[in-house]
């Protein structure tokens, strides 16, 4: 475990090799910085020796004031230029480690990406790689200073007398004691401090999502409890935690930079012998006050070590994520042919979670196939295979003759594009959100696929049109409007096969016939797959497979169906039903 743990911090730190001249530079300035801090004492030195002396005269003490003044100025100038070329290289660090992380995301399973709550991904990527940032830019150059300065100036306190290094010492037994008391109970509870702090943050992602829903049933609603208690929680935890190590914590800090302690008295006892000399006491002194920010540095360091083995350990768990496997080179496709060969997929690995049977069926070049049936039965789950967002637990999924397994990541995306019931809408303009399906269209070609989305109208009524940000058209937009923006951007992609999910789930009747319009300018000459409860929406599919429980009950024509599937039938009877409500409803609204 030791080993694994210690691999771990390696592999972490293994993102800093790319800048190890940086921070080879930034550690040789910071041991510049010490030199240069020690030598004012040394000059400070020499002006007591000349009044004790009798010695003493203006140039003297002019050159060695002037002395100490240019290696202050050293000391500076070296600690800016160290701190800042480690900063430069800290976040350089930190850049490619959110990228990695972000990377890793995408090349795993969607599953194993959703196991963790929102969250907890947030706290990972945004604040606990950000804790990573002290020891890269502050412990490691920094660092190396300090332990050089109380190094330096005990070999100096030795050469002046042993009994001045030993005495320098003194509390530093105790102060490792309470240090290491302070370490263990600590360590008992970090565990459970860095599950609170996730818990807490992915309570608080929630309660944002949803602030909507919570405020139409006030603070009395089960997430506002959630989210107060998830924060009184962490806030007790944390109080009860900090109170156990109070005394330890306070004593470590208190005696390990206490070199004053010791060398005080043993100097000041070795001039009334006439074992040193005044000067050499009053350096004795000098040097001991100037370790105090030294060693309280690096007990602040260890400490911050400690946090940083922890974060390290739950970056490194979502780094190691398994990847879906990849090969290097493009998959020679015959065509835009889909086939689903005897698969068979479970979410857990378990074959008694298996949500699908042996589910077997092909999709032609430029036919247009629905899948319909009661909720739950694995719709949405064979549209993500077919996306390789999970990979099939036996079985094969084919495109154009090539196993989806053979195919790159980036070759895959490319050639399937998938709508969901839950579009999201990025931070930018409506235009950038379109264009995201192709980075070098122009603003005509952007423009050109919102209008064959039927996109056009609503956005002339936004008050930028299309440059108006998401997030204030969001709240303006209806969900099958968001849905066109959505196809609209899949339009311009063009990929030749499409996936929709559930595309026509918040469309109202109205409106049905623009995103249906929107829906066949997306399809045309493409490979088709549909989900949909809306049956109207696909009764002109070309074949129609309806999914119970994980297996393919029948599939054929609308005409097909309903003479030889009860299920189907059922299903459309229904639908044609709830259609006729809406329709009377919205009737009798506008009356």
């Known amino acids: ?14 993102y800093a090799e790319a800048e190890k001249k940086k921070m080879a530079v930034s550690i040789a300035l910071s041991v510049l910085s010490v030199a240069a801090g020690l030598f004012p004492f040394y000059c400070m030195y020499r002006v007591i020796c000349l009044f004790t002396a009798g010695a003493a005269t203006t140039g003297g003490i002019v050159t060695w004031c002037l002395g100490a003044l240019a290696a202050y100025l050293v000391k500076i100038l070296a600690f800016t230029l160290s701190t800042g070329v480690s900063h430069h290289m800290a976040y350089n660090v930190l850049a490619k480690l959110r990228l990695r992380l972000a990377d890793r995301f995408m090349r795993a399973p969607l599953g194993n990406v959703q196991n963790h709550p929102i969250g907890e991904i947030k706290n990972m990527m945004v604040d606990k790689i950000e804790n990573l940032e002290p020891p890269i830019a502050h412990m490691i150059p920094e660092g190396a200073g300090h332990i050089v300065f109380p190094i ?21 037994p105790l102060s490792i004691v309470c240090m290491g008391l302070t370490f263990k109970i600590s360590g008992k509870n970090f ?23 919570i405020k139409a049933f006030g603070r009395a609603g089960v997430s506002y409890e959630k989210y107060a208690g998830a924060i009184k929680d962490f806030r007790s935890f944390v109080v009860k935690w900090l109170s156990s190590t109070f005394a330890t914590m306070k004593l470590a800090f208190a005696l390990f930079p206490s070199t004053l302690i010791g060398t005080l008295p043993v100097a000041l006892a070795l001039a009334f012998h006439g074992v040193i000399s005044a000067p050499q006491a009053a350096l004795t002194v000098m040097l001991s006050v100037s370790m105090v920010g030294s060693l309280a540095k690096l007990e602040v360091f260890s400490e911050n070590m400690r946090q940083v083995k922890f974060t390290v350990e739950g970056l490194q768990e979502f780094l190691e994520m398994p990847e879906l496997p990849e090969p290097k080179t493009r998959a020679a496709l015959k065509n835009a042919d889909v086939e689903v060969k005897n698969v068979r997929f479970s979410y857990t690995g378990d074959e008694k979670d298996e949500v699908l049977h042996g589910v077997s069926f092909t999709l032609k070049e430029g036919s247009y196939t629905a899948l319909v049936g009661p ?13 390789r967002f999970w990979d099939v637990s036996s079985g094969s999924i084919e495109i154009g003759g090539a196993n989806v397994k053979d195919m790159p990541l980036s070759e895959l995306s490319e050639t399937v594009s998938f709508v969901t019931q839950d579009n999201f ?23 050109a696929a919102a209008r064959a989305a039927q996109c056009e109208e609503f956005i002339a009524k936004l008050p930028l049109g299309y440059d108006t940000p998401a997030g204030e058209a969001g709240s303006r937009l209806s969900g099958g409007e968001k849905q066109r923006i959505a196809i609209a951007r899949m339009m311009l992609k063009n990929a030749p096969i499409v996936i929709l999910d559930e595309a026509t789930a918040f469309t109202d009747p109205e409106n049905e016939d623009k995103l249906q319009a929107s829906i066949a300018a997306l399809a045309k000459g493409k490979t088709l797959l549909v989900i949909a409860h809306r049956l109207s929406t696909i ?46 409803a919205g009737e009798a609204k506008n009356v």
């Open 152 to 172: 330096v100036s005990i070999i100096a306190l030795a050469i002046i007398d042993w009994r001045l290094a030993l005495a320098s010492l003194v509390t530093f």
């Open 425 to 447: 809408l990025f931070n930018c303009s409506l235009l950038e959100n379109i264009r995201l399906g192709n980075p070098d269209a122009s603003d005509e070609e952007v423009k």
């Open 191 to 213: 565990d459970l401090y860095d599950k609170s702090n996730a818990y807490m943050n992915s309570t608080i992602v929630e309660y944002v999502e949803g602030i909507e829903v």
């Open 375 to 387: 909720s739950g039965g694995g719709k949405s789950t064979i549209a993500k295979l077919i996306s």
């Open 539 to 584: 009764k002109n599919a070309d074949n129609i497979i309806v999914l119970e429980n994980g297996a393919i009950a029948a599939e054929g024509t609308q005409e097909e169906l309903l003479e030889n599937c009860v299920l189907y039938k059922e299903m459309w009877l229904a639908h044609i039903g709830a259609k006729d409500w809406a329709v009377s």
């Open 1 to 14: 475990m030791k080993e694994k743990k210690k691999s771990r911090m390696n592999s972490v730190f293994a």
